[in-house]
């Protein structure tokens, strides 16, 4: 468990994916998202594939930040019913036009039975198209898994090198982070002694073989994220990170 009650506004926002995934949205609004994301201080933005590469803006006004925002994408997105070779070349094409991070949706069926050969195999064809340093997230849509579930998916994203396991989409009519499906997925990284810490770097966490648990869909709120976070959230996808970082106490 993190201890939320000294968080500052910043140190939340570093851990922040600001999103933008509707499907309606132009390279201009991708450019406005990273301008803002910027300003906040966000670690990265999130964008579908079909955005990249992200356009270089001029951060010469994001005085908050230290640093431009990785770039992540989604792969298999939003149902993951996309054949396994299909969601590889996905991300490696998106790697090829500037994604450092990529958060690809398994097959939701094969999960919600448990099946961690399948997953096991698709994970792996995914990781060996984008090995590391590419930061490879697994969205396991936990709002229809149970428990086990929850549990067998997070053996499996370990057993291949994944970087992050993700609850959702935000997509999905089910619902999207509960601070309980977190709760699971870090009790059973916890389990495995693989259980990244809120603020670790990237490069720690990778050299010890730890995993991030990135919560997305549905926070809205600073007490929302600090929940989250307290359940052992180490990455935020928000599609509203300036309403939740005006929530921080002054």
């Excluded at 450092?100 to 997953?119: H, M, Q, R, Y």
């Excluded at 990781?127 to 428990?147: G, S, W």
């Excluded at 999905?172 to 499906?181: D, I, K, Q, R």
């Excluded at 307290?230 to 002054?250: H, Y």
């Amino acid at each position: 468990m993190t201890d939320t009650q000294n968080l500052t506004r910043a140190q939340v926002a570093a851990v922040m994916d600001a999103t933008l995934l509707k499907p309606e949205a132009t390279h201009a609004d991708v450019d406005k998202l990273v301008a803002e994301a910027a300003q906040l201080g966000c670690g990265a933005v999130c964008v579908s594939p079909s955005m990249l590469p992200v356009t270089r803006v001029d951060f010469s006004d994001a005085t908050n930040s230290t640093s431009t925002p990785a770039v992540a994408t989604v792969v298999g997105f939003p149902s993951g019913k996309h054949a396994t070779l299909v969601k590889a070349t996905e991300a490696r094409f998106a790697v090829e036009h500037g994604a450092v991070e990529v958060d690809v949706v398994v097959d939701i069926a094969k999960a919600i039975v448990g099946d961690a050969n399948s997953l096991i195999s698709e994970l792996m064809t995914i990781r060996e198209a984008v090995p590391q340093p590419v930061i490879l997230k697994v969205i396991l849509e936990t709002a229809l898994l149970d428990e086990p579930a929850i549990r067998a998916c997070v053996r499996a994203c370990a057993a291949i090198g994944a970087d992050y396991v993700k609850t959702s989409t935000g997509f999905h009519p089910a619902g999207g982070a509960s601070v309980e499906a977190v709760e699971i997925m870090a009790d059973e990284l916890r389990k495995q002694d693989k259980l990244a810490t809120f603020g670790m770097s990237e490069d720690l966490r990778r050299n010890v073989g730890a995993l991030g648990i990135k919560a997305s869909g549905g926070i809205r709120t600073w007490e929302a994220a600090l929940q989250m976070i307290a359940a052992g959230t180490t990455r935020l996808g928000v599609s509203s990170p300036q309403a939740i970082l005006d929530g921080a106490p002054a």
